[in-house]
């Protein structure tokens, strides 16, 4: 069995606090987003490698740790892109992702949780790369979804971090920790 296709508009996370993951995504300031995505990366790839369940389902309907590994390196990935075509692209629009079919498509559940760390930790040093880089002039660009939807910089990244630290939640029940963790 396939999870239900999640059809939600989570953009709504910009403005208020989630209720799930505990995580006020628009308060919080461009200068916090890399140490935190880097902090998220690192539970992560943590999960991926010392899990000896990462693969099963705890619900036929839910996914795995390892599938949402798989879908967190490709958020990294993904935002990672539109960031870069915000900073070289005036207004542009990109086609809203269809994670569930990616999943499928992608074979989200049968990958190798070793390769998907390595992967997501690659995919995460790239993103705080880039974020770090901005300069506060950028942080108004605008980009928009196809759905109509429109980021700035600065709610890109804001919105981004909102998803990586709520699948952690998905996955391990912990709210938002990656304000107390250490960062090494």
Same mark, same amino acid.
Do not use: C, K, S
């Given at each position: 069995m396939e999870p239900e296709p999640d059809t939600k508009d989570w953009t709504w996370t910009l403005s208020r606090r989630c209720e799930q993951c505990g995580l006020s995504a628009g308060e919080v300031?461009?200068? #916090?987003?890399?140490?935190? &995505? =880097? *902090?998220?990366?690192e539970e992560w790839v943590a999960i991926l490698r010392s899990s000896p369940a990462v693969a099963a389902r705890r619900e036929p309907t839910v996914w795995s740790p390892l599938e949402?590994?798989?879908?967190?390196?490709?958020?990294?990935?993904?935002?990672?892109?539109?960031?870069?075509l915000m900073l070289s692209e005036v207004e542009p629009?990109?086609?809203?992702?269809?994670?569930?079919?990616?999943?499928?498509?992608?074979?989200?559940?049968?990958?190798?949780?070793?390769?998907?760390?390595?992967?997501? #930790?690659?995919?995460?040093? &790239? =993103? *705080?790369a880039r974020v770090r880089s901005l300069r506060p002039d950028q942080l108004d660009r605008r980009g928009f979804r196809s759905n109509g939807s429109e980021f700035t910089v600065l709610t890109l990244c804001q919105y981004f971090l909102h998803d990586v630290i709520h699948h952690l939640w998905d996955v391990t029940g912990q709210g938002d920790a990656t304000t107390s963790l250490e960062l090494g």
């Open positions: 300031g461009i200068g #916090e987003v890399p140490e935190r &995505a =880097f *902090v998220a990366a949402y590994g798989a879908h967190v390196r490709d958020v990294y990935r993904l935002f990672d892109e539109r960031l870069a629009t990109v086609a809203n992702w269809d994670q569930d079919a990616t999943a499928v498509e992608q074979r989200y559940a049968e990958q190798d949780p070793e390769v998907v760390a390595d992967e997501l #930790e690659a995919a995460a040093l &790239a =993103f *705080v």
